[in-house]
């Protein structure tokens, strides 16, 4: 299949960084540009990044929650409404109906362990690491891995059970949960492994979120540095724009907040799907 290619609109792109102080369009107007600027099947791959806001819009759907809504996702309330009634359109992705019959079903569910937001969890990388987009695939990877870890850490320094808060099943889970070495065996497949956990040793947790989205930041321009003018360019400067915005209103107090409520969900069994809250300017 031929590529598509965005040559203006890329070249007028503004120029962002992790730590940019102000950023002139909020991130719902991108994503109208976006939508406006793609090919439908571009777009549909642009989709796949903004799924985790409608994962936690589905969650406050069925626990009747209508309150601070986000519209950073692709589906409304009114959709959730039509498409868990008998007026099914077929419109989201497949693996939120499996969900949600799982989840209103006291058979299906009742062999469930995990909190309903890692299930949820777990069936979108399930979804999204389907893909056929290089790019997308190597980026949703990264990010499982590098929340498993994470969780992998935090469960072994709060003395916190871990098999209920891993998310998937792959090789790096298999290693957080069988092995006691102090980077879970995996530095030898996964070089950035030691990055992680040495960030999570650090007392200042802003210091520590900001090493860790840097080290995503790191990882999008990696994977397209030969990239140009292309889809992956747009994907990785979207990914790369919602962190800039989340930095835009974190402070110290906010990243005390946040990690309690990390520590908080984990010892009571529900899993983070974000590292942080969304900051108003992003929505």
């Known amino acids: ?6 040559f ?5 792109l503004q120029d962002i960084f992790l ?11 991108f994503k109208q540009e976006l939508k406006e600027h793609l090919k439908p099947e571009d777009y549909k791959l642009v989709e796949l990044l903004f799924l985790p806001y409608d994962n936690v819009e589905l969650l406050r759907f069925l626990n009747d929650d209508y309150e601070n809504q986000n519209d950073l996702g692709t589906f409304s ?24 019959e799982i989840y209103k079903d006291e058979e299906l569910s009742k062999d469930i362990t995990k909190s309903w937001e890692t299930v949820l969890t777990e069936m979108y990388y399930e979804y999204v690491l389907q893909t056929k987009n290089k790019f997308l695939k190597q980026w949703f990877e990264f990010n499982q891995n590098l929340n498993n870890i994470l969780i992998g850490q ?19 889970s298999k290693a957080i949960l069988e092995s006691n070495a102090k980077d879970f065996g995996l530095e030898v497949d996964l070089e950035y492994t030691s990055e992680i956990l040495a960030l999570t040793d650090n007392e200042n947790l802003l210091a520590r979120e900001k090493g860790l989205d840097q080290l995503k930041w790191d990882k999008v321009e990696e994977i397209t540095l030969f990239d140009y003018f292309t889809i992956e360019v747009v994907l990785a400067y979207t990914i790369k724009l919602d ?9 110290e107090e906010t990243g005390r907040q946040m990690f309690s409520k990390i520590i908080n969900d984990l010892k009571s069994g529900f899993e983070f799907s974000k590292e ?3 900051n108003g300017k992003n929505k």
């Open 243 to 251: 962190m800039a915005y989340r930095w835009l209103e974190l402070d």
């Open 8 to 12: 203006y609109f890329i070249a007028g």
């Open 154 to 172: 935090n469960c072994r320094d709060h003395n916190l059970e871990v098999e209920k808060q891993l998310i998937g099943d792959n090789m790096v």
């Open 19 to 29: 730590d940019d102080t102000e950023l002139h369009f909020p991130m719902l107007d």
């Open 276 to 278: 942080f809250a969304l």
């Open 77 to 100: 309330t009114q959709d959730f409404e039509v498409e868990f009634s008998d007026e099914k359109q077929g419109i989201l992705p497949s693996y939120m109906y499996k969900f949600v």
């Open 1 to 6: 299949m031929p590529r598509n290619y965005y």
